[in-house]
């Protein structure tokens, strides 16, 4: 059994709005994106992280006119 270590907090205004749980990073944020491109939980911010190590691995934001920005994202190298 894997754990589902990795955490992305859907927020409105500062209040959560959703959580969502990944095995892997690299699946998180793409998917993170996505939910935030499609608005699906009408939210503003998400934040993607390691919820044993605490490590941040993305922030995106929404945008009024529905832009999507990635204000952080985690330098990625091969291997690590």
């Known amino acids: ?3 589902r270590g990795i ?3 859907y927020y409105f205004d500062k209040e959560p709005v959703r959580v969502n749980h990944s ?3 690299n699946n ?3 998917r ?3 939910h935030m491109q499609l608005n699906w939980y009408e939210a503003n911010v998400a ?3 390691d919820g044993v ?3 941040l691995h993305a922030v995106v934001r929404r945008s009024v006119d529905g832009s999507i920005r990635i204000v ?3 330098e990625v190298k091969e291997g690590m």
């Open 1 to 3: 059994m894997s754990i």
């Open 7 to 9: 955490i992305t907090v």
């Open 23 to 25: 095995v892997y990073a």
């Open 28 to 30: 998180a944020v793409p």
């Open 32 to 34: 993170c994106v996505y």
């Open 47 to 49: 934040e993607v992280f």
């Open 53 to 55: 190590s605490g490590v």
């Open 72 to 74: 952080f994202k985690r």
